[in-house]
Structure formats: structure tokens, C-alpha cells
């Protein structure tokens, strides 16, 4: 009967263990970030609607002074579907893919960040905002190790 107690004492213990390891895939930021960087990685047209463009920011560029500066909600439009296009073509013709990306985790919980292994040992971080009380990707950043 110890023998018994002891083993689904050890059970709970490597339950609760194995939880707390697999919330980090749960965590709605990393879920987030992962159909958001999909969705761009892409072209998906649904990419649009998961970036905050009045603030983003893209490897260094400030995408959303670019964003800001256009006079009106066509050239905006426009400006959206070209930069969706343009970086999932740049980001394709180097061969990778989304699905590549490895050990999604927060890599910092107070500003929301999100990072990503690449297969070439660069990082990819995604800092999500909540500009309007939804998730959106405000900056891409990749790092080289």
C-alpha cells in the first residue's frame, strides 16, 4: 500500500511537472505568434490584420513611420498587401519555411516577446502589442548567433 501511494505520489508530481512544461505551448502569445508568422512567412492576406502598422517595426526599419505617412486608407491598403508580399518573398527565396522555426517560448513575458530557433542558429523575436485590445506583432527582429 506505500509502495502504491509512493508511485501516484510520484504520478501527481510528474503530472504537475509535465504541465507546467507544455503551458509554454500554450500560452496565447506564442500561439499568436505562431499563425501570425505563418500568415506573413506566407503572403496569407490574413497577415495584414495581425501586425499593429502604425507601430511596427521590421529587422531595423520603422515600418510604421512608412505606414503613417501615407495619405489615405487606399495607398494604406496597398502598402499593407505589398509588404505582406514583399517579405514573404524575401523571407521564401531563402529557403526557409515557418514550420522550420524551433523551440517557440517567451523570451521576455513583461513586453510580450516571442522567440523562435531558425535552422541557421539565428533567433527570431515578435513582440506583440495590444494596441485596440487584440494581439498584433508590432516588431519582427532576428538575431544571428
Known amino acids: 500500500m506505500k509502495l502504491l501511494k509512493f508511485s501516484f505520489a510520484l504520478l501527481l508530481a510528474a503530472l504537475f511537472t509535465l504541465q507546467g512544461c507544455s503551458s509554454t505551448a500554450n500560452d496565447p502569445d506564442i500561439q499568436f505568434a505562431q499563425t501570425a508568422f505563418a500568415a506573413l512567412a506566407t503572403g496569407n492576406p490574413s497577415a495584414e490584420g495581425m501586425l499593429d502598422w502604425s507601430s ?51 523570451q521576455d513575458a513583461t513586453n510580450h516577446v516571442v522567440a523562435a530557433d531558425a535552422p541557421s542558429g539565428a533567433t527570431l523575436s515578435l513582440t506583440i502589442s495590444r494596441p485596440d485590445g487584440t494581439q498584433k506583432i508590432s516588431d519582427i527582429e532576428i538575431s544571428k548567433q
Open 56 to 106: 511596427l517595426k521590421a529587422v531595423g526599419t520603422d515600418v510604421g513611420i512608412q505606414y503613417n505617412s501615407m495619405p489615405n486608407d487606399t495607398e494604406k491598403a496597398a502598402f499593407r498587401q505589398s509588404a505582406v508580399a514583399s517579405f514573404a518573398s524575401s523571407f521564401q527565396s531563402t529557403g526557409a519555411s515557418a514550420d522550420s522555426l524551433t523551440n517557440w517560448r517567451v
